[in-house]
């Protein structure tokens, strides 16, 4: 029991001793001159920086390659790791003017471990990169190349690993003798997928597909019957684990694929690597084809055409993403915006809003209206930043959406801070003072104007775990479009977020209608701190789900840090100038040993056990299990109907749809009798499976609901991002009598 108790504050322990760690690295790095080594080993992967060639000339293109070579019964993972597994990331540092290119992927293997097969490689291979120099390079000097790689390696048990290797070049002038290039590129090129002279047609062959090949996309002096096999470049389209079979139709090979969890539907783009082994030797002699392919009706022709976007079922507020314009996305963010006012995890916020009305009541109208100004300034900064984030995260090749930030306990835990700050502030136990907001203008008309700022900021942070109606098919488009786009998008659902606050402060008819301001404020003001408080408590659970128990030790205390930081700061802001500093220097001391014990403490238990909290996940709807694309696949070649639930544990969203209508008697009795499994699938930490599934459906985030009616061949219903039992029931009783399946009228009378 005792060493129970001990573990959470050893954990703390270590997370305050962590404060110094920073500083000890850096005098760490100021004692080693050196580089990073051009390589790296552990007990399972040795890892290599190879360049193509010994120097370099401005201006050129260089190829460098990250050997990895891999000890026996272990492999690494494919750009699509299969149905589990992560992909190598590398992250480059260059010099000013460089640029790396994506990672080129050899073609990869396969591996069954049971159930599960992964795509990957063993023994040996080589990713590589081209990097663009730039033309500026003086003759002489030398280039330093630097990347930091992240990879998964995988026997009995995974392990994740990561290195940073560097390497340092000569720049020689252009007319320079070449250099031989190395062995390992030019191996590694070989072993890159080709772009064929042929065209694949494929077409929907059942719940799956036929990928129908010409005669010459297999040698002439293959076996009877080659080997086959095609890796798709997403998880879903196609199951991993399914038996591809291979036969001859004539003078074409016709290559069977099975559906996965999302299967395509005609006019969508299959797009993947084709690996073919014609028996002739080991595994240099496989040859690896780049196929994309438009699906088609049965026995229809498949020309070349560009990837449309998964299409739905047809749903108030799940418009087809591929059948918007600009103009009906820009559209659908407002109105998703206004309605995420209405949302449950936008209320905390309402408080601050409501209070600011009161104050400004009677104020003059041109005041009122710059309050308005300000508090939508600061949502629509917040929101221009996240479309940034999201630009950037994107054109690192990362899979995220809606709400992506809370997928780190970090930013939870953060956002908890924040939210329990303005709650002490409100309970009064701290304020600033005029040396925070003076700067020479009328402290009331400063901090005023900065609130409005801030209370538009954290109407933003709040609002990004909800998802309200026309939000989806609005996201979902701006995640398929330029930088430009996705950010009008953003900006569009911001300004639906703050316009009524904006056009209530611009009205001075609807402020006549307000209350006097009077001494009733400070109470009322305090009581609206709770829901500040009651949002901390959930930021916390959500936490737990996340990194588990310690983690909720680690934000108790950083809770009371920051208590006795509000005290220390707010007891002497009116004592003695000297008392007056050792009140903020003791504040700033609390305050920053909780920010950075609690930043050092969560790392360390992702580190030492990632899935650590994956047992407190115990809060499903009755009669759920847990979502996998092998189950779901099981229970679909059966023809049993499945109703599927992507949800995540910091979407306030999610949370009130299954407490309101999934887990409902009415419901779970209709589920019952009908024999749905009822499948959930948990988003909280960004599974990138759920990534894919969603992003099937253009969405971008949490809620999911699709319901797939008996039958193997029958065709999903997406249901609203809102849900009551009554709409739950009335989409499975049309689904199933559309499927001739028995209704569910019933059950949806009593609703």
């Known amino acids: 029991m005792d060493s129970m108790l001990r573990l959470p504050f050893l954990r703390l322990q270590a997370g305050l001793h962590g404060l110094i760690t920073p500083l000890l690295l850096v005098m760490g790095a100021l004692a080693q001159a050196n580089p990073p080594a051009a390589s790296f080993q552990t007990d399972q992967v040795e890892v290599r920086l190879v360049p193509a060639t010994a120097q370099v000339r401005p201006g050129e293109r260089l190829t460098v390659g990250l050997h990895q070579r891999i000890a026996p019964h272990w492999h690494t993972y494919w750009r699509n790791p299969g149905d589990s597994g992560l992909a190598t990331r590398l992250s480059w540092q260059l010099p000013a003017g460089a640029q790396a290119g994506p990672i080129q992927w050899p073609i990869p293997q396969h591996f069954e471990i049971g159930p599960v097969t992964n795509y990957g490689y063993a023994d040996a291979v080589t990713l590589l990169t081209e990097v663009s120099l730039p033309r500026t390079l003086p003759v002489g000097s030398e280039v330093p190349i630097q990347v930091e790689?992240?990879?998964?390696?995988?026997?009995?048990?995974?392990?994740?690993?990561?290195?940073?290797?560097?390497?340092?070049?000569?720049?020689?002038?252009?007319?320079?003798?070449?250099?031989?290039?190395?062995?390992?590129?030019?191996?590694?090129?070989?072993?890159?997928?080709?772009?064929?002279?042929?065209?694949?047609?494929v077409a929907r062959s059942g719940s799956g597909l036929t990928m129908t090949l010409p005669a010459q996309a297999v040698s002439a002096q293959a076996r009877a019957t080659p080997r086959l096999r095609f890796f798709p470049f997403e998880s879903g389209p196609v199951s991993h684990a399914g038996a591809q079979t291979v036969t001859k139709q004539g003078d074409a090979w016709v290559l069977q694929l099975p559906a996965g969890e999302a299967p395509l539907n005609e006019g969508q783009v299959l797009d993947g690597v084709l690996v073919v082994d014609p028996g002739e030797g080991p595994q240099a002699h496989k040859v690896g084809y780049t196929v994309q392919g438009t699906v088609q009706p049965a026995g229809a022709a498949s020309p070349r055409g560009t990837p449309v976007p998964a299409s739905v079922s047809a749903?108030?507020?799940?418009?087809?993403?591929?059948?918007?314009?600009?103009?009906s996305a820009l559209l659908l963010a407002l109105l998703g915006g206004l309605v995420l006012n209405l949302m449950p995890c936008v209320f905390p916020v309402l408080s601050i809003k409501?209070?600011?009305?009161?104050?400004?009541?009677?104020?003059?109208?041109?005041?009122?209206?710059?309050?308005?100004?300000?508090?939508t300034g600061g949502v629509l900064a917040s929101f221009a930043l996240l479309a940034a984030v999201l630009i950037v995260l994107k054109a690192g090749g990362d899979q995220v959406g809606w709400g992506f930030q809370f997928h780190s306990p970090v930013f939870v835990l953060a956002v908890a801070y924040l939210m329990f700050a303005v709650g002490l502030s409100l309970s009064g136990v701290f304020t600033l003072g005029q040396s925070v907001t003076g700067m020479g203008q009328s402290l009331a008309d400063r901090s005023g104007l900065a609130g409005s700022f801030f209370a538009g900021v954290l109407a933003t942070i709040v609002a990004t775990p909800c998802t309200a109606p026309f939000m989806g098919g609005a996201i979902g488009f701006a995640l398929t479009q330029p930088a430009a786009v996705l950010l009008a998008v953003f900006l569009s659902l911001g300004l639906g977020l703050a316009l009524p606050y904006l056009l209530l402060s611009a009205w001075p008819a609807l402020q006549r209608w307000m209350p006097r301001p009077g001494v009733w404020m400070e109470r009322l003001k305090q009581v609206l701190a709770f829901p500040m408080y009651a949002t901390t408590a959930w930021l916390i659970w959500v936490l737990a789900q996340q990194a588990g128990v310690d983690a909720v030790a680690i934000a108790l205390a950083g809770l009371i840090a920051i208590a006795f930081a509000a005290w220390a700061y707010d007891s002497s802001r009116l004592a003695s100038p000297s008392a007056r500093k050792g009140g903020a220097a003791l504040a700033v001391i609390a305050l920053s040993g909780a920010l950075g014990a609690s930043h050092v403490g969560l790392r360390a238990i992702e580190q030492s056990a990632p899935g650590a909290a994956a047992s407190l996940r115990t809060d499903e709807s009755a009669g759920s299990q847990a979502y996998s694309a092998p189950a779901f696949e099981a229970l679909r070649a059966e023809g049993k109907p499945v109703f599927l639930n992507f949800t995540a544990a910091w979407c306030i969203t999610c949370l009130v749809n299954e407490r309101v209508a999934l887990s409902q008697r009415s419901v779970q009795s209709a589920f019952q009798a009908q024999g749905i499994t009822y499948l959930k699938g948990d988003w909280t930490r960004?599974?990138?499976?759920?990534?894919?599934?969603?992003?099937?459906?253009?969405?971008?985030?949490?809620?999911?609901?699709?319901?797939?009616?008996?039958?193997?061949?029958?065709?999903?219903?997406?249901?609203?991002q809102l849900l009551t039992p009554g709409l739950v029931l009335s989409a499975i009783g049309d689904a199933n009598r559309v499927s001739r399946s028995p209704p569910l009228g019933a059950y949806a009378k009593k609703n």
Request: net charge neutral; with cysteine.
């Open 149 to 201: 790689a992240h990879w998964l390696v995988c026997h009995d048990v995974c392990i994740p690993q990561k290195a940073t290797l560097g390497l340092s070049l000569p720049v020689v002038a252009a007319d320079a003798p070449a250099s031989p290039i190395d062995p390992l590129i030019t191996q590694a090129r070989a072993q890159l997928p080709q772009t064929p002279a042929w065209s694949a047609t």
């Open 354 to 375: 409501a209070l600011a009305l009161l104050q400004h009541s009677a104020q003059s109208p041109a005041k009122a209206r710059l309050h308005g100004l300000a508090y």
């Open 686 to 720: 960004q599974d990138p499976a759920i990534t894919a599934v969603l992003q099937r459906f253009g969405r971008s985030g949490v809620p999911l609901y699709v319901y797939y009616p008996p039958g193997s061949h029958s065709e999903p219903v997406v249901l609203p």
């Open 315 to 327: 749903s108030a507020d799940v418009p087809r993403i591929d059948r918007l314009g600009l103009a």
